[in-house]
């Protein structure tokens, strides 16, 4: 069984959302940043928000249709929803927030759902407190259970742990993939946070400005991002644009000069032309400084560069350096030391060719 | 002092409370969560006793059911007499009368209510019905009190529309403020000022409960949102 939505919607004069995609069982991530649609894309498979065009089915079964004047009011869905705020009902014990959804079943058919989900979370010892009297982690596994005591054909969570510990996180999620072994409904799971879609995914969709920008595994989608505002999220600090000067079909690379600058790197090859403007982006950390000309190294770009200013933030220095252009370097405080660093020092900076990533520039805006 | 008014006043008052909860609770629901563009009107209908003078409020229910209108006939042919200066006309002007002191704390508790969890509601498989007796209701139960009180109390101490449209019957529309402005018309200030006195405690009461239920909103006229 499959969820697959393809629908528009316009919320605001510049922002409309328009996806295209379909997610098999198993957890998918949908990733991207705040105010680029995620929250509104499950209201609408929720059928909280009426979409504007489109069709949204779990497997045969069409949960709206706009051909087909078809919208299936939201309590016959059958789908599971963890809201961000949890939204647990504050008056209700937590076995009285769980027995919530199983209203059909007769009293002790649900009473024993209840009691096994309770179980099965690990929170059978808080079921007869009031969700303010819980720990926010216990309350994360009362929504969840909620959810899906129901049997949901299809469960959303939107942005559930991001307020917990890792530890916890990381065994909240546990329990849901062993909920899910032997049920296999696809999960959405949207975040914000890159960590999240590395520990949790099979999939990732990333989103940004109502559209979808790239699908696939995390390692593809994030360790290689082809468009400038997800490197970015990724934690690509550096952009350039360059023109290619010259490529190596032997080598699988090409060098670029940095547009504005003198300065020449070697990136990977991909199919330009010779003289053709691209962009191109290196993580902060990714970006080795030397205090002196360092010789027999395998990496390919030595650049001399002039720090021009150093700040610290937390456990790390964060180093402004200019190499032709302005480069943003991350290292620690005891590397800064052992080097001498400070401003004005003239230092050489080392990147492995494999380090730059080709950006496409994006201009995705809204319409 | 008229027990024969207090004791009508109390009946009056409990039948007033009882039918306003039944009609005020929809008319708050729906003035609450509808999103009619043209709401605002009825809302104004439903507010218009408050800033309206009880005769001019009296007078317009007195036509609305005298032995001309249509609703005052209808009841004639039903019941066998009219309308007018009966008791059942009184319950009815005082419905109409309180309609804003019941409909307003409850329509004010509705919208505290978390979307989201009325959202959840509906998600979980919840109707709308069943949405709004599970968790509405029971998270807005101090605006429902509130409202059931202030209808019960402003009824209490209605005067101008009862003698409107209920006259001055002994034991059928003499209520206890119009016993105490009989008295006063009588001369008889002693007997006027222990009904009055009685009237006061009632109303001190009555207030001390609702504010004491509802310490965070102003009860008569609180403003939205």
């Known amino acids: ?367 | 002092m008229d027990w024969l008014a207090i004791l009508l006043s109390l009946k009056l008052s409990s039948l007033v409370c009882g039918f306003l909860l039944i009609i005020g609770t929809p008319i708050a629901y729906w003035v609450t969560f509808s999103t009619w563009r043209w709401k605002f009107l009825i809302e104004s209908v439903v507010a218009l006793p408050i800033v309206l003078p009880p005769t001019v409020l009296g007078f317009y229910i007195l036509v609305a059911i005298g032995s001309q209108s249509p609703i005052g006939r209808a009841w004639a042919v039903w019941s066998g007499h009219g309308l007018a200066f009966t008791f059942e006309g009184l319950v009815i002007a005082s419905i109409l009368y309180s309609l804003p002191f019941a409909v307003q704390p409850m329509a004010v508790a509705f919208s505290q209510v978390d979307r989201q969890l009325m959202e959840a509601s509906s998600v979980l498989g919840a109707s709308t019905l069943r949405t709004f007796i599970r968790v509405i209701l029971p998270l807005s139960i101090n605006g429902v009190i509130t409202g059931a009180v202030l209808s019960f109390a402003h009824t209490m101490g209605e005067f101008g529309v009862v003698l409107m449209v209920g006259g001055n019957i002994p034991g059928v529309t003499r209520t206890v403020s119009i016993a105490i402005y009989d008295e006063v018309q009588g001369l008889d200030y002693a007997a006027a000022n222990k009904t009055a006195l009685l009237l006061l405690l009632f109303s001190f009461v009555v207030l001390s409960i609702v504010y004491g239920i509802n310490r965070k909103s102003w009860a008569v006229w609180p403003l939205r949102r």
């Open chain 1, 1 to 367: 069984m499959q969820l697959s939505v393809n629908l528009k919607k316009r919320l605001s004069a510049n922002f409309a959302l328009d996806v295209k995609f379909s997610i098999p069982p198993g957890v998918t991530m949908l990733f991207g940043a705040s105010g680029s649609g995620k929250t509104t894309l499950l209201r609408c498979v929720a059928g909280l928000i009426r979409p504007d065009s489109g069709q949204i089915k779990i497997g045969e079964r069409i949960l709206f249709d706009s051909d087909a004047r078809a919208d299936v009011p939201v309590p016959q869905r059958k789908i599971g929803l963890l809201f961000q705020s949890l939204a647990l009902f504050p008056h209700l014990s937590v076995a009285k927030n769980i027995e919530y959804g199983l209203d059909g079943l007769d009293r002790s058919q649900a009473r024993r759902r209840t009691e096994d989900i309770l179980k099965s979370f690990r929170i059978s010892g808080v079921r007869k407190h009031r969700p303010n009297e819980i720990s926010s982690g216990e309350r994360q596994r009362v929504a969840l259970a909620r959810a899906l005591v129901t049997d949901p054909r299809v469960l959303m969570l939107d942005e559930p742990l991001s307020a917990l510990d890792y530890p916890t996180q990381s065994q909240i999620i546990d329990d849901l993939r062993a909920w899910n072994a032997d049920r296999d409904i696809p999960i959405l799971y949207v975040t914000h946070s890159q960590r999240e879609v590395f520990a949790l995914g099979e999939r990732v969709i990333s989103l940004e400005n109502g559209r979808i920008l790239s699908q696939g595994t995390p390692q593809h989608v994030l360790e290689a991002p082809t468009h400038e505002s997800l490197a970015q999220l990724a934690g690509f600090e550096n952009f350039f644009d360059a023109a290619v000067v010259s490529i190596n079909h032997d080598s699988g690379t090409m060098l670029c000069r940095l547009e504005g600058a003198a300065t020449q790197v070697e990136v990977p090859l991909s199919r330009v032309e010779i003289g053709s403007k691209i962009r191109i982006a290196i993580r902060a950390g990714d970006i080795i400084i030397a205090g002196e000309f360092p010789r027999a190294l395998s990496a390919r770009n030595v650049v001399p560069a002039k720090i021009i200013s150093l700040k610290r933030e937390g456990a790390m220095i964060i180093a402004e350096i200019d190499a032709g252009k302005t480069f943003e370097v991350h290292l620690t405080p005891g590397a800064c030391e052992s080097l001498a660093l400070k401003p004005e020092r003239q230092v050489w900076l080392v990147i492995k060719t494999h380090s730059w990533r080709l950006v496409v520039r994006t201009t995705v805006s809204a319409g």
